[in-house]
């Protein structure tokens, strides 16, 4: 089974019912399919880049599951034929998923991220780097580059 992730945009005037009903029919062609929802979150009204269908705002949703490709067909048509929906967007995560280490991993926050100074940390910890050697002078080096020269052929063309 494959991991998918959905995101799609709604009108900023669609009522709660609107918005009940597409959540439903969606969530229904997931479990139609034999697909899990993983996660699913509303991010709210934002102010968007650019209008688009002459709304400046909209309200985010975002569906992470797992589901075979026949779903996202289904999933695609059905906010294509939405009024409420202006704009989405389905991205593959991954091919094979297991399913209920993926909801605990999202339970969780999701996949912890290594910051940058965290990586750096534990390579200076790991390596046989010291503070005396950073302060020590590199000496003197000198690089010697040479400029590549390329043979370029030439063809005289003449003129008939």
Known sequence: MREYETVFLTRPDASESELADLH??????????????????????????YPIRKYRQAVYHHYDYAADTGAIRD???????????????????????DVEQRKKELADGGVKLETASSVLEDAV???????????????????????EVSALQTEEVKDE
Do not use: C, Q, Y
């Open 75 to 97: 999933i695609e048509r059905s906010l294509k034929l939405s009024d409420t929906v202006i704009r989405f967007l389905t991205v593959l995560i991954s091919n094979d998923v």
């Open 24 to 49: 439903r029919r969606l969530e229904s062609i997931i479990t139609k399919h034999n697909g899990t929802l993983l996660f699913k979150k509303d991010w709210g009204k934002r102010e968007m880049a």
């Open 125 to 147: 910890e790991s390596s046989d780097f010291t503070s005396a050697d950073a302060a020590a002078p590199a000496g003197d080096v000198s690089v010697n580059v040479e400029p």
